[in-house]
């Protein structure tokens, strides 16, 4: 009976560890962290996928805007402007386009809004290909959402002498794009993903291929803006969950 119990005992905590784990992994999922990692090497677009053309990565998403490029080369301002206390912002809010697509407009003329901005991203581990304040558009390289590396109890621990071992085999370029309104702005962020694959079963070989843009990872790094400007977590989760966006992770939270 005592040999019994052990058996059940180790099968027990076994089902424990592995449950666990699992959290783990589900928990890592849903998070984002792209300031572990280093600098991700420019990815080539696959033979098969069509290059955008040159003036389509600056072009305006489907909605009218006011700003005109001459109104805003005359309010900008001068070198250094992005530096010192951030600006108080008198509000901030979600607001949604036809698409579906979810956006934030800060009370904040854009020659304000645009360092915040600029500023918000390298804090979180982006450079920029693109970094346009003339035509309002930032567009960051090719980064690793570290996050996104199950962290089970073995990489975890050769993750603290090789953080460079793991690879969660996707990258993630973002663009952002500033209208003014008025004395307002509007900041739309958009997604594209990479996934890296076998070329095929007998090789060894990858390439990077297109992956569904995440909505989720927008959204996300909507309330993290929300937060930039001054609102609180729970602020910005009632804003986002008042214009209908599900948080990045939210799912999971309700399945568990």
């Not at 099968?11 to 890592?28: F, G, K, P, Q, R």
């Not at 912002?89 to 607001?95: D, F, L, T, Y």
């Not at 594209?192 to 990872?217: A, C, F, H, K, N």
């Amino acid at each position: 009976m005592k040999r019994r119990w052990q058996g059940g005992g180790a099968l027990l905590i076994t089902c424990c560890l592995a449950s666990c784990s699992s959290l783990e992994v589900l928990n890592d999922i849903n998070k984002v962290d792209y300031k572990g990692a280093s600098k991700a090497p420019s990815l080539e677009v696959p033979p098969d996928l069509v290059r955008p053309g040159g003036s389509d990565r600056y072009a305006a998403f489907d909605r009218p805007g006011d700003r005109t490029l001459s109104g805003f080369q005359a309010a900008r301002v001068g070198p250094g402007a992005d530096r010192g206390v951030l600006p108080t912002v008198a509000g901030a809010r979600i607001e949604k386009e036809g698409s579906g697509r979810l956006y934030l407009v800060v009370d904040m003329p854009i020659e304000k809004a645009w360092p915040v901005v600029k500023r918000f991203w390298q804090n979180n581990g982006f450079s920029f290909t693109v970094d346009r304040s003339d035509i309002g558009i930032l567009e960051t390289e090719w980064a690793e959402n570290r996050a996104r590396i199950p962290q089970d109890f073995i990489r975890r621990t050769i993750g603290r002498v090789f953080d460079g071992l793991y690879s969660s085999g996707e990258r993630d370029k973002y663009r952002i794009r500033l209208d003014a309104r008025g004395g307002s702005t509007e900041i739309v962020i958009s997604h594209r993903g990479m996934q890296e694959v076998l070329v095929d079963r007998d090789s060894i070989r990858t390439q990077w291929q297109p992956r569904p843009s995440e909505p989720e990872l927008e959204i996300e790094f909507l309330r993290r803006m929300l937060l930039q400007f001054g609102d609180t977590a729970s602020q910005a989760d009632a804003k986002i969950t008042e214009a209908g966006g599900a948080r990045l992770g939210s799912g999971a939270a309700q399945a568990g």
